[in-house]
């Protein structure tokens, strides 16, 4: 029995941090709390949702390479949840529906053809929102974040 508990302890410790976390991104470590993202409004539940979570740095917001995190989950209509463990501070976060689940965000020229929100439901009617629209406090007791999915079409 003594060596079982150590076999398991053994696989716990070989799991990565996310998968120990009860299912949230990022590890459980001390000085984190939870940030729970929800994705309201979705109008199916194919595909997933991709939550990407960035550092509160304009140059890396909505970059390239700038994300702190990211979540894949099976999309749930009409409401998708994700977890990530973060230090308290500031941060944003951009979601979107990947209905068809190729990973990438599909759009036409003009109009996103997937579903898409970022943190506050910063607007989008020009361009991306700024760093400033979307920027959330996350406190010491965590956090639920609520975020409209938006469609194009």
């Known amino acids: 029995m003594k060596s079982?508990?150590?076999i398991l302890a053994g696989l716990a410790a070989a799991l990565p941090a996310t998968a120990r976390a009860?299912?949230?991104?990022?590890p459980a470590a001390p000085g984190t709390t939870r940030l729970v993202v929800e994705a309201t409004g979705l109008r199916t539940p194919k595909g997933e949702v991709a939550f990407t979570v960035y550092p509160d740095d304009k140059r890396r917001f909505l970059a390239k390479g700038g994300k702190l995190l990211r979540a894949r989950v099976p999309a749930r209509a009409p409401v998708t949840r994700a977890c990530f463990n973060l230090k308290p501070g500031s941060y944003a976060v951009a979601q979107y529906?990947?209905?068809n689940g190729d990973r990438d965000f599909?759009?036409?020229l003009w109009t996103p053809k997937e579903g898409f929100?970022?943190?506050n439901d910063a607007p989008t009617k020009i361009g991306l929102p700024k760093l400033e629209a979307a920027r959330f406090g996350l406190p010491a007791g965590g956090r639920t974040?609520?975020?409209?999915?938006r469609y194009g079409r």
């Open 117 to 119: 929100g970022f943190s």
């Open 97 to 99: 529906h990947d209905e």
């Open 106 to 108: 599909n759009r036409t």
């Open 22 to 26: 009860q299912g949230c991104v990022g």
């Open 145 to 149: 974040l609520r975020m409209q999915m």
């Open 4 to 6: 079982l508990a150590i």
